[in-house]
């Protein structure tokens, strides 16, 4: 009941998104019939492809035709490509996907590493360097800390490839500069809620009867403190697929950010709806997997 209530409660969600987006588009400056017509074109030729596109009609009117085509699957066809926004969405999407999860993986492993190490060395100057990686990592903007690894990495040391698609190695900077960003924000929520965790009494208790020091760490501690880092999971793969769009520009990765990118400097309406509304959705879908990781990680959590 709790699953289906949260899938009911999605769907205003997405109608708000789908109205958002529709009406943002729209005070996009430029004119997508233009656009398509060329410079060159006569006002007779720009109003005829208007027409052709319906986008002569109303806008709420628009807005109708768009929801009665999204509730049969029906995202439009795109200005650009002459093919189903829903294709070009599919094709791209996989891409973009691989590249998000990479760079999750590698905010878990690094935050939690380095949060967990830096709770229990607390006061040390492993502590004081964590923090510093964790402002860092927030702080540094997607699109210099991917030239910085451009820079270093493949053109002074030629380890990796600049851009592409293709191999793993095209992934790794890709998704060092999604995974550093989250990273620093997951180290320091892990630390505090370590360091409230290893104060609990059930952690010195199970740390009086003599279990090993892992055992006490991982099995009692770590478990209890990751219900708010897997609540910080959710929120990081939405960052990261807004964070996309520039990662994905500047490697040249062929997925749905950039192709988001591409529909808003050539006016594709349609393209641009069916984008951000799969992205939508994608983030609706994360946080509710979050929601049942939850009650794996902690059984003590139960929804009604």
């Given amino acids: 009941m709790y699953f289906a209530r949260r899938l009911l409660e999605a ?13 943002s588009v729209r005070l996009i400056p430029g004119d997508p019939a233009r656009v398509i017509a060329g410079l060159e074109a006569t006002d007779a030729t720009v109003e005829a492809i208007r027409a052709d596109l319906g986008l002569d009609r109303p806008v709420l009117l628009q807005y109708v035709v768009f929801l009665r085509g999204l509730a049969v699957g029906d995202l439009g066809t795109s200005y650009y490509y002459g093919t189903p926004v829903i294709e070009e969405v599919l094709r791209r999407f996989p891409a973009t996907m691989e590249l998000a999860l990479a760079g999750l993986a590698i905010s878990i492993v690094v935050g939690i590493g380095i949060g967990v190490l830096s709770a229990v060395k607390r006061g040390t100057w492993w502590d004081r360097g964590t923090l510093v990686f964790a402002i860092a990592g927030v702080s540094m903007p997607s699109f210099w800390l991917a030239l910085m690894l451009i820079i270093v ?23 060092v500069t999604l995974g550093l960003f989250g990273a620093g924000t997951i180290a320091r929520l892990t630390r505090s809620s370590m360091l409230e965790v290893l104060r609990q009494d059930y952690v010195r208790t199970a740390a009086a009867k003599g279990l090993p020091f892992r055992s006490v760490l991982f099995k009692h501690a770590l478990r209890n403190a990751l219900v708010p880092v ?64 939850y009650a794996v990680i902690d059984p003590r959590i139960r929804y009604a």
Avoid: C, K
């Fill in 11 to 23: 769907i205003p969600v997405i109608i708000a998104v789908t109205f958002i987006v529709f009406v």
């Fill in 153 to 175: 990495f493949a053109v002074d040391l030629g380890w990796l490839p600049a851009g592409g698609y293709g191999t793993w190695r095209h992934l790794v900077l890709p998704a």
């Fill in 230 to 293: 897997v609540t910080m999971l959710g929120l990081q793969l939405g960052a990261f697929l807004s964070r996309a769009v520039v990662t994905e520009t500047v490697f040249g990765w062929p997925g749905i950010a950039r192709l988001t990118v591409t529909a808003v400097l050539d006016r594709d309406f349609p393209l641009i709806q069916g984008s951000v509304l799969w992205l939508a959705l994608v983030f609706i879908a994360a946080n509710l997997f979050v929601d049942v990781v």
